[in-house]
């Protein structure tokens, strides 16, 4: 078992409580934790070697980095430049800081500490500001990780995508506003469910309009449904990995963040959900939204698992949404997330110059810049096609001559004429865990040698390596001759056997560090970069527990259905403490009329739609308002109960009994150490 280090706190961790009815408040922001104050390192970080300086120098050798194409394409159509003063809370906390990455000026030389392409992709990125991508379209980038599109009609404007935050959602529009005439939001459009592209819906627009008819939001099927649950089950997981990902323990600077490849970083603000008002279920459909003609690709189990590519008509102007950008993008994200399939993503894009290859004038999406010109356009599209099925196709070759995962991303290159394209280049996306992740889709985890069908677990593994290996000073002593030779993975692989085989050597912690902290420095991949520097940092000071946002959203909690909220509770229950006991409980939610009948057995927790159970122990009477109170905090469930919002009828001690064996869970587990 993983043990959390004793540090003491600057600040409560907020974690899921015993009760039933509360929420972890990790959950909802697994993509994109901040944190509202940091922990620089203590310790400077060091210079980059020899051995690095020749990696990141034969990078620049080796792809055009005199072509300065993209550095037209991202300068041009600006309006205006992001407002100079950071955006902060109500309480002062900072949201969002345009000068954060002041450091990252466009035609400096990558510092030694870089890799060259990485850097360049970042001074790409923060060429931010107001954007005309063509008559009528407007886009705000760089006022959080993805951008925000604003499209004006016949009598309002349509927003894409708007931000993560509603506060920088808000100064995005107000930035629009300055420079264009203020007409109604008429319509939002969420092109996909991952949070940077709903979150600040409620900057843009009221949620009474949307009732009241004045506003349409549109959204692919499965958003409302993926939106909210992608991290709810794993979310303490996912959130403690997004902040080595997005690499918000690190500071931004040369030897520390840089971004995140698809974008800097992520904003901090209050993260909103409106539902839905209109779906788009299926390729080819139509909408004329505020006098325009909108045809709709649908691409589910792309980039994500509800999302959707547009095109409209009286523009030529083609969104790709997330399907296609200026990287190679996750088909597995760091942070931890159910793998995308690359086949069905290189058959969108197909099916996207099928339809408008021969129309589109203008390709944008909701990451990085435009493109202009059909033959530019359909050259990015059938690129990026090719790309993603050349990942599954070749992994599968070389899987079905026997190859195993990790022999097979050693030997995956993409075609010259692929990977030669920086927009191709792997900035956020890596083509080695994306190979990785293509084996596990088709294969499993096992590669089929049965010496690794039952491993040890970690400490036990690394201590008999350890023993094997002659001791903690042997091993040191040669993985030095290995660091000094410039052999960083294996350094990095060898020493993390002596960490996990004791913990408390901290000569063996620093040696990895420095090991990592020189693949950071060498990695073209943003969240390769900031989980390898991550590493180091944590590795030399040890797990500190920051303080952490409230990130519950009421939103969320509100468009979570009562199938997920019980699933919720079923993966919180301490399976092996409760394998010999028996609860069944009766729930009615009287103004949904829908009833659930609940049964703690065998360690597990089921709940069955439509059913109440002859033998419950208790029913437990109340509506949707009731829980949602409940579950955040708005109440507790001894005033609701006298209160009379709740009711319960028999044993409401077996309630509370239920109650007490729900889990906690920490966010500040430690990951670079046992």
């Known amino acids: 078992m993983r043990m959390i280090a004793k540090l003491k706190p600057t600040h409560s961790v907020t974690a899921a409580p015993s009760s039933l009815w509360k929420l972890s408040s990790s959950f909802l922001l697994a993509s994109a934790i901040a ?357 599954n196709d070749e992994t599968l070759r070389l899987a079905n001559k026997g190859y195993t995962m990790t022999e097979i991303a050693e030997q995956v290159k993409l075609p010259k004429s692929i990977a030669n394209r920086f927009s191709n280049r792997g900035y956020y996306g890596s083509l080695n865990h994306n190979v990785k992740a293509t084996y596990v889709l088709y294969l499993g985890w096992f590669i089929g040698n049965p010496a690794t069908l039952w491993e040890l677990p970690p400490e036990e593994q690394a201590k008999r390596y350890v023993d094997m290996m002659g001791g903690a000073d042997a091993v040191l002593k040669k993985a030095k001759e290995y660091f000094d030779k410039g052999d960083y993975r294996w350094v990095a692989e060898v020493v993390n056997k002596v960490v996990f085989a004791d913990p408390s050597n901290q000569a063996a912690k620093n040696m990895q560090a420095d090991a990592l902290e020189q693949l950071g420095y060498q990695a073209e991949s943003g969240p390769w970069r900031n989980f390898y520097l991550t590493g180091a940092k944590e590795l030399r000071e040890g797990v500190k527990q920051l303080p952490t946002p409230d990130t519950a959203s009421p939103d969320t909690v509100r468009a979570m259905d009562l199938d997920l909220f019980f699933d919720y509770l079923a993966m919180r229950l301490k399976g092996p403490e409760v394998e010999d006991k028996h609860i069944t409980l009766n729930f009615d939610f009287t103004d949904l009329k829908q009833q659930y009948a609940v049964e703690m057995v065998n360690g597990v927790l089921n709940h069955t739609e439509g059913m109440q159970a002859n033998d419950a122990d208790a029913k437990v009477t109340l509506t949707r308002d009731t829980l949602n109170k409940l579950m955040l905090k708005e109440t507790t469930l001894k005033d609701a109960v006298a209160s009379g919002a709740v009711k319960v009828d028999g044993a409401e001690a077996k309630l509370e009994e239920l109650m007490s064996y729900m889990d906690n869970f920490e966010f500040w587990f430690p990951i670079v150490t046992p």
């Open 35 to 391: 944190f509202t104050s940091q922990g620089w390192a203590e310790e400077a970080p060091k210079p980059a070697t020899d051995a690095t300086k020749a990696a990141n120098d034969a990078l620049l050798k080796e792809l055009p980095f005199n072509d300065k194409t993209s550095f037209e394409l991202a300068h041009k159509g600006f309006i205006a430049p992001l407002p100079s003063e950071p955006i902060k809370g109500t309480s002062g906390n900072m949201i969002w800081d345009p000068s954060k990455y002041g450091f990252i000026k466009e035609g400096q030389a990558a510092p030694a500490t870089t890799n060259p392409s990485l850097w360049r992709q970042s001074q790409l990125i923060n060429i931010s500001g107001l954007f005309e991508v063509t008559d009528g379209i407007y886009q705000v980038r760089n006022y959080d990780l993805s951008n925000m599109t604003i499209v004006e009609g016949k009598e309002g404007i349509t927003i894409f995508d708007p931000l993560i935050s509603a506060e920088t959602a808000k100064a995005a529009l107000d930035l629009y506003f300055k420079h264009r005439p203020k007409k109604p939001v008429i319509a939002v459009i969420y092109t996909h469910s991952h949070i940077d592209h709903y979150g600040g819906v409620r900057g843009v627009i009221d949620e009474k309009d949307v009732k009241a008819g004045k506003v349409k939001i549109y959204a692919p099927k499965g958003f409302l449904e993926h939106a909210v649950a992608e991290n709810v089950m794993a979310g303490t997981a996912m959130s403690r990995r997004a902040s080595y990902m997005y690499g918000n323990l690190l500071p931004p600077n040369e030897t520390g963040q840089l971004g995140a490849g698809l974008g800097t970083t992520t904003s901090a603000g209050t993260v909103t959900l409106i539902p839905p008002t209109d779906i788009i279920e299926k390729t080819g459909e139509k909408r004329t939204i505020d006098g325009l003609t909108y045809e709709f690709l649908y691409a589910p189990g792309s980039e994500a698992p509800a999302e959707m590519l547009y095109y409209i008509h009286e523009k030529k102007a083609l969104n790709t949404a997330e399907d296609s950008t200026h990287t190679l993008h996750n088909t597995y994200s760091l942070r931890g997330a159910k793998i995308r399939e690359p086949l069905p993503w290189s058959k969108y894009l197909n099916e996207a110059l099928k339809m408008w290859g021969n129309d589109v004038q203008v390709m944008y999406a909701m990451h990085h810049w435009p493109i202009w010109g059909n033959k530019e356009v359909k050259e990015q599209l059938s690129s990026q096609r090719d790309m993603y099925r050349y990942i």
